[in-house]
Nanobody, 120 residues
Framework: QVQLVESGGGLVQAGGSVRLSCEVS????????MGWFRQAPGKEREFVAA????????TYADSVKGRFTISRDNAKNTVYLQMNSLKPEDTAVYYC?????????????WGQGTQVTVSS
């Protein structure tokens, strides 16, 4: 069973930085692209960033481009999300997810989420 465990969330002031981590169990982590998503209160979950299996390709939502950086360490089975210049509208529960190898453009395993709250 694959497990994803996020950490690193918390309360931060606007303009500050936070780094989220997501550790993934299993030996096949390096075979999968990974993504970060977020869900704010009363809103639908939205895509934040994704990274290819080897870290060679990344994509970002327009709302975070230039402020957030996704990266991964395959030796540690961990994917990161560095969030800089945070805004109150970045407040949300952040989830990491593993992209499916079977069904295109879907994610098959999800973490439990970590709360990030940005105060103004």
């Amino acid at each position: 069973q694959v497990q994803l465990v996020e950490s690193g969330g918390g309360l931060v002031q606007a303009g500050g930085s936070v780094r989220l981590s997501c550790e993934v169990s299993g030996r096949t982590f390096r075979s999968y692209a990974m993504g970060w998503f977020r869900q704010a209160p009363g809103k639908e979950r939205e895509f934040v960033a994704a990274i290819s299996w080897n870290g060679g390709s990344t994509t970002y939502a327009d709302s975070v481009k230039g402020r957030f950086t996704i990266s991964r360490d395959n030796a540690k089975n961990t994917v990161y999300l560095q969030m800089n210049s945070l805004k109150p509208e970045d407040t949300a529960v952040y989830y990491c997810a593993r992209r499916s190898l079977i069904v295109a453009d879907t994610y098959d395993y999800w973490g439990q989420g970590t709360q990030v709250t940005v105060s103004s």
